[in-house]
C-alpha cells in the first residue's frame, strides 16, 4: 500500500507557487524527515526531487494550493468550480483511459 500525503490551504496574499512549495516542506519534514531534498525538471516540465524515492506534485488555483506527497508517482490537478474550461482541452491533457472515463 502507497504511503501517500496530502495538505492543502487557503491562498492569503501568498502565489499559489511559493503555498505549494510550502506544502511541500511541511509534508516531507513531517512524514519523511529533514529538509526537501534537491530538485530537478524532467524533459516534460514536472519537478522532482533528484535523488530520492519520495514523489510530489503541487497544484493551485486562484484561492487555494494543494500538495501530494507519495513514495510512488502521484500527481493533483485542482480547478476553481466556477472557473470556464474549453471542452477542447481535454483532448490536450487526457489519456486515451481517462477520457474514455
Known amino acids: ?12 496574499g ?3 507557487h511559493d ?12 512524514h519523511v524527515g529533514g529538509l526537501l531534498p534537491l530538485m530537478a525538471v524532467t524533459a516534460l516540465g514536472k519537478p522532482h526531487f ?6 510530489f506534485s503541487i497544484s493551485h488555483t486562484k484561492h487555494h494550493a494543494f500538495c501530494v ?5 502521484v500527481g493533483v ?4 468550480l466556477t472557473r470556464r474550461v474549453n471542452p477542447g482541452l481535454a ?8 477520457k474514455a472515463q
Open 1 to 12: 500500500m502507497p504511503q501517500v500525503f496530502f495538505a492543502h490551504r487557503q491562498l492569503n
Open 14 to 16: 501568498e502565489s499559489g
Open 19 to 30: 503555498a505549494g512549495r510550502a506544502l511541500l516542506a511541511q509534508l516531507y519534514e513531517t
Open 50 to 55: 533528484e535523488h530520492s524515492s519520495w514523489h
Open 69 to 73: 506527497l507519495c513514495d510512488c508517482p
Open 77 to 80: 490537478d485542482a480547478e476553481e
Open 91 to 98: 483532448e490536450r491533457v487526457l489519456s486515451p483511459g481517462e
